[in-house]
């Protein structure tokens, strides 16, 4: 008794100075025994220090108990302030992370069981002040401990259902909180030998889906505005993690994926997706609103940035396009991100995701025509998808046997890029929104790109570039200016000298290719 006694008089009635003196003693001595004198044996007993039993007197009595109690007494106490929780946590924590890797199973259960605990009881018993981030520091260490290399399959599912059971309880209360436990998501991998039940469900003809994605669903349905700014990048990041593919696919090739048996990982792809279109959606609500909120992770968020073109005009440029969109609250920049992800993983995720994966950002590419407005969605065009579509093409470094298996995706993302193109010259070239040099620099990186697909030995996409080369030209060829038809000839002249080029070296593999082109011409 007298050690119970001592122990709660400590988390009572010690000041902070001398709380945090006794934990950090405390914690001292809990390291020493997991990681230096009792390693060897890896004997210990989860019962408090002092009640072992006769039958336990060779076993290690766990300090880390004495810890966890300790700071679980602390955040009982209603009549400390939060600065003393604060400062508690900022000294227990990290020693429940090492804890929580510790090789012996019952020590890493017991740490990550502490933590769970610690913040049940913090949720359902306080209210995290405005400004005030503590939640962002009482999740980390869920975050960290799914960050390092130490922590097992077991240690992984314990942490992710408790993740689940604090937002199923607590979601409303989580705040500021949701960032570190967004990250800690994005760690996650599947077994190669058996699947988690919390990545299992099918999410075809309206059946249920996995159950991490109630988390997700948690987030999105928030009344928060700015509880959703906050953490609207580390969101994005995660769903991303299930769109390219969980860490127990191997990879032949970026872009080739080999799953384990019985396991879709399409399942989770296809959610992850509605999760980000419902995302992009909110963006637009918030766009239009006349008080917007802050988002603070817009400044992970970079602006992919493009050389100048000589042809065009420092205030006529891409680099000038955001001006009129971005009023400095960050959400352009999150906005810009969604895109940028999305966009680049069409070309590096596994293959059985890119067709739903091309559906959504074609249909996102499209929807931010109305919000935030053309400059943008011709600056998305410009700046994320053709650049995406040139390093695609440029993959197979020559390798026949590259098109293969990738040709049908490429030739589907390739012909949805050329329609889109076209759609926003016929919907823009008649429009006084000053996107004229836009529209052409848009058309000369299109025909630049189909350039590159002519000239691809392959024959498959020669022959598709040809043909997305007349389809722009038949289509939109009516309501071309003077300069899009001189960027027209231009190509055709590039690519007419490229596929020229090999009979100057007595090679003729690619002759097919210009004989396309002639067809082009004379249609």
Known sequence: MSLWWLFEEAATKLNMVGLVGFLQQLRKASQSQLFNSITETGDYSLAMPGDAKSTLDRRSALHLFRLGEAMLRIVRNKNRP???????????????????????????????????????????????????????????????????????????????????????????????GWRPLFSALRTVHSSKTDTKDYLLGEYSMGKSQAPVFDVFEAFINTDNIQVFANAATDYI??????????????????????????????????????????????????????SKPVFLGARLASLPMRPQEPSI????GIDCVLQEFDDDTGLIQVWILLLEQLTAAVSNCPRQHQPPTLELLFMLLREVTAVPGPGFAIFAVIQLLLPVMLLWLQRSHGDHSYWDVAAANFKHAIGLSCELVVEHVNSFIHLD????????????????????????????????????????????????????????????????????????????TQIPGCLRLQGCINS
């Open 82 to 176: 939060l600065l003393h929780m604060m400062r508690a946590w900022s000294v227990v924590a990290p020693h429940l992370v090492e804890a929580a890797c510790h090789k012996d199973r019952h020590v890493s259960q017991k740490a990550v069981s502490f933590i769970h605990d610690v913040l049940t009881e913090v949720l359902t018993s306080w209210a995290e002040l405005p400004h005030f981030h503590f939640n962002e520091a009482l999740f980390r260490p869920f975050e960290h401990i799914m960050q390092l290399e130490l922590c097992d399959e077991d240690v992984q599912d314990q942490v992710i259902t408790s993740i689940g059971e604090l937002v199923e309880m607590c979601s409303p209360q989580i705040l500021s």
């Open 313 to 316: 005009s420092s205030e006529d």
């Open 433 to 508: 929104i000053g996107c004229e040099s836009l529209i052409n620099l848009m058309l000369k990186d299109l025909f630049k790109l189909l350039v590159v697909c002519v000239s691809e030995p392959a024959e498959t996409i020669s022959r598709v570039g040809c043909s997305c080369i007349r389809y722009v030209l038949v289509t939109v060829g009516p309501v071309f200016t003077e300069e899009m038809w001189r960027l027209a000839c231009c190509a055709l002249q590039d690519a007419f000298s490229a596929t020229l080029e090999p009979v100057k070296v007595q090679a003729s």
């Open 237 to 290: 990041m995660c769903l991303m993690k299930f769109v390219k593919g969980l860490g127990e696919v191997d990879y032949k090739e970026i872009g080739d994926c080999i799953h384990v048996s019985g396991f879709s990982s399409t399942d989770l792809c296809v959610p992850a997706l509605d999760y980000l279109h419902r995302c992009s959606q909110l963006l637009a609500k918030i766009y239009k609103m006349p």
